[in-house]
């Protein structure tokens, strides 16, 4: 139980258009969804936490103009990677939390490779 | 300083060998503490959940030392597919929103 599933797996973009990434909670709903970075060699970083129905909360320094995340229903959240240039070629993955709040659980998407050239 | 620091290596060992790990947190009022695996270009995997009292699965041991902050993993006779990035994972104390706190990973490359 509690799978996520993202598409697309990896994307070849030019500079200057628009990616977007989906992610889908398979058996269960997820309310709350998080959006991560991933450059070459170097950890996980939080992008945005998105709430469904609400806006997404954006961390310090990430432009949520740039990076649109919707979450419209209790199991899709999009991230869309918009003017996207040769800096956000990046490992980008979702996840989602199930559970009570005291015991959640946490499950990733199998990530997105996003290339700009 | 980091919120979770972590030993970036990279760890290269022989087959069969012993190998730890070390993690550090910053925030003492974190809840939950976890190792997670990550292959090339693949999602973090959950590995263990690390228990105060220390817990074992199989060939791998976790500890967690609240008084230091501190985490650690163990693992023995080393496998070839046992080459991956570990990630040291903290879970905030309770009431704060649901997201998880990731170490910059330590890599392992087990060699024949």
């Known amino acids: 139980g509690a799978v996520v599933s993202q598409h697309p797996s990896w994307v070849i973009c030019k500079s200057g258009t628009s990616v977007k990434i989906e992610c889908r909670s398979l058996?269960?709903?997820?309310?709350?969804m998080f959006w991560y970075r991933q450059f070459p060699k170097q950890s996980l970083m939080l992008m945005a936490t998105?709430?469904?129905?609400?806006?997404?909360?954006?961390e310090q320094g990430v432009e949520k103009d740039k990076f649109l995340i919707n979450h419209a229903s209790l199991t899709l959240s999009t991230l869309t990677v918009t003017s996207a240039h040769p800096e956000d070629s990046s490992f980008y993955i979702c996840?989602?939390?199930?559970?009570?709040?005291?015991?959640?659980?946490?499950?990733f998407g199998s990530g997105t490779r996003l290339t700009v050239v | 300083r980091k919120e979770v620091e972590q030993d970036p290596g990279p760890f290269n060992v022989p087959e069969g060998a012993t190998v730890a790990f070390n993690c550090t947190y910053s925030?003492?009022?974190?809840?939950?503490f976890f190792w997670y695996r990550q292959d090339c270009r693949k999602e973090p995997k959950l590995l263990m959940s690390?228990?105060?009292s220390g817990n074992e699965d199989g060939r791998f041991t976790a500890q967690l030392n609240r008084a230091s902050q501190y985490i650690s993993l163990l693992i023995r006779d080393s496998k070839l597919s046992d080459s991956a990035t570990y990630l040291c994972?903290?879970?905030?104390?309770?009431?704060?929103?649901?997201?998880?706190?990731f170490g910059s990973g330590t890599q392992l490359t087990v060699l024949p």
């Open positions: 996840s989602a939390s199930y559970g009570p709040l005291s015991n959640y659980g946490y499950t």
């Open positions: 925030n003492s009022a974190s809840q939950s």
């Open positions: 994972v903290v879970k905030p104390s309770s009431g704060s929103a649901r997201q998880l706190t």
């Open positions: 058996d269960f709903q997820a309310t709350t």
């Open positions: 690390v228990y105060s």
């Open positions: 998105s709430n469904e129905g609400s806006k997404a909360t954006y």
